[in-house]
């Protein structure tokens, strides 16, 4: 579908137009162009999580999630060693992680595995592929359960042997590679424990001495990163989602032949899309943040942060699921000195957690809620 007006006239204040700059002739000549996107589709990016602010745990029939944990201080530091572990007749360490976030039924209750990570890894470009060639111990060091949407810290009661590892490795000044947090199967609904500092960020607490004596030493300070994956199949080369956490971007392209020609000045370009609530899943707390991009490789789908547009709702009042964005430097680009990629749009929150935006596509029965490009130019 292609709208085209025109409208010819002078104007005192001609830059009210749109964003651009008028030339400053009397009489100009503004075009109104509105364009349906060709094609639309998404793509399953990993995503860069390390130091992440939140630690996630669970699985539903969707996706699943977990994540790895290194306190970042070491034992012998506060004068832990093997030898006063080994000497105790009282112990206990307990590691405390605090709920901030959900995904599921409040009244689910979901089981957590915390196991020793073995092999070594850094928060450093950290992302799903690295997550998968990290080694961990074969079995749990402790089980833990915990209700979704509850508050209360989960507590995970850590063994004596693992400390001395831990303590041994101090003495050689070698941060331990930490833990990693994972549910079973069988969880329907993810939880997410704080990582940052702050009231919410994990501690571990050790009580070690005599019956006479303890001392009691407390570490929070960490490295953290998660991994997400989806589980469901949704149709990526068919849909527009951006989904948080795993992380899939959508990518929207619009035919260069639709595209005004000549010396093209862009006074204003609206990218537009509908959404779909049948495939999105909204977060109580943590909002979508969205962002159309240029797109300098379509074989990498690789983002420029510059002259991006925010999706934002393009008016409440009468249509709560329509969005626009603002992309006039990208499309002047595009007719000027630029290859048309098309836009691939992400969430800026999404390593805060697992909530979903779908929007239609071109194949929408629907002509109104397909993707759209408004564009207001001069042809100078």
Not at 57 to 85: C, H, N, P, W, Y
Request: glycine share 6%; aromatic share 8%; net charge negative.
């Amino acid at each position: 579908m292609i709208i085209l007006a025109a409208s010819t006239g002078c104007d005192e204040e001609p830059t009210s137009v749109g964003e651009g700059i008028l030339p400053e002739e009397d009489f100009i000549s503004i075009d109104t162009l509105v364009i349906e996107a060709d094609e639309s589709f998404s793509v399953d990016e990993p995503i860069i999580t390390g130091g992440a602010p939140t630690m996630f745990a669970g699985e539903t029939d969707q996706k699943r999630v977990m994540s790895i944990f290194r306190i970042d201080s070491l034992l012998t530091d506060r004068g832990i060693t093997s030898d006063t572990l080994a000497a105790s007749t009282v112990f206990d360490a307990t590691l405390f992680l605090k709920p901030e976030y959900y995904l599921g039924d409040t009244t689910e209750t979901i089981s957590l595995d915390i196991y020793e990570v073995l092999s070594g890894w850094s928060t450093d470009g950290f992302n799903r592929d690295v997550f998968d060639v990290i080694n961990h111990g074969n079995e749990p060091l402790y089980t833990s359960s915990a209700v979704l949407a509850d508050t209360n810290a989960v507590e995970f009661s850590l063994p004596l042997t693992l400390m001395k590892r831990w303590a041994d490795k101090g003495a050689e000044s070698i941060i331990p590679q930490g833990l990693l947090i994972k549910s079973n199967e069988d969880a329907n609904g993810i939880i997410g424990f704080g990582g940052a500092a702050g009231e919410n960020a994990p501690r571990l607490r050790i009580i070690y001495g005599s019956e006479e004596a303890q001392d009691t030493v407390t570490f929070s300070q960490n490295s953290r990163a998660f991994a997400a994956y989806l589980k469901q199949d949704l149709d990526l080369q068919n849909s527009v989602i951006i989904q948080a956490g795993t992380a899939t971007r959508a990518i929207v392209k619009f035919a260069d032949h639709k595209f005004p020609e000549g010396n093209i000045l862009i006074h204003n370009a609206q990218l537009i899309l509908t959404r779909n609530e049948e495939n999105s899943i909204s977060h109580p707390s943590v909002r979508d943040s969205l962002f159309a991009h240029h797109m300098p490789d379509p074989n990498k789908h690789t983002i420029r942060e510059g002259n991006r547009g925010e999706l934002a709702l393009a008016d409440s009042d009468t249509n709560a699921n329509v969005y626009s964005a603002t992309v006039s430097e990208i499309v002047q680009a595009w007719v000027t000195v630029e290859v048309n990629n098309g836009f691939i749009i992400r969430d800026d929150h999404e390593t805060l957690g697992l909530h979903r935006t779908s929007f239609f596509t071109e194949q929408a029965e629907d002509a109104n809620k397909r993707p759209q490009l408004k564009i207001i130019f001069s042809r100078l």
